[in-house]
């Protein structure tokens, strides 16, 4: 996934992004809500993380503007603001869930693939793919009842075409689900996932549209 990051403690902040990027996801973290503006500008995000006391103004006030015009994105509020009126304003603002800080990190990445979950229209974790049982949870792939690991590059590799079974997907799409605007990315880093998925789960498991992209092979 593209996650958008909007929290202006740069402690707490790096901690975040250094937790999604370990769990394989692409991150861009801004502190102000303009610069968060511009970023939706410029980027489809697949969910967004927000701060609700920030320099310039108040998230809520973001998260209802993004609501009124139609932004789906999945938002997940992270503050300090512990009260149930908070609670209960944000969630009724559109959040799609509200953690209260300080929280343990690893809970925050099982609220992600949740909401991430709900979005895609399966809320269950577990999927069979022919040989393959997948756990979106506990992020685990067992072929023919052996498990397999993957790299966490890998894994969001994987996720992003489970997340759209069926859909051709283009290099530049899976690059700007996989890494954040700084990255630099080698051009043929996109093959070499793709490579390596195939050795670890069956050639068949991502078909290749010449010049066009991939899309998840048939079970």
Known sequence: MRILLIEDDTTLGAAVRDQIAADGQSVDWV???????????????????LDLMLPDGRGIGFLKVLRTRGDVTPVI???ALDQVSDRIEGLNGGADDYLVKPFDLSELSARIGSVARRYSGNPNPI??????????????????????PLT??????????????GQLLSKAQLEEKLYAFDAEVESNTIEVHVSRLRK????????TERGMGYRLGRP
């Open 127 to 148: 999927l069979t793919h022919g040989p393959l049982d997948i756990d979106l949870a506990a992020r685990s792939v067992h072929r023919d009842g052996r498990h397999v």
């Open 152 to 165: 966490a590059r890998e894994w969001a590799l994987f996720e992003a075409f489970l997340a759209r079974p």
């Open 31 to 49: 502190t102000r809500l303009d610069a968060a503006s511009d970023a939706m500008a410029a980027t489809s995000y697949d969910l967004i993380l």
């Open 200 to 207: 670890k789960l069956g050639s068949a498991i991502i078909e």
């Open 77 to 79: 509020i992270l503050t």
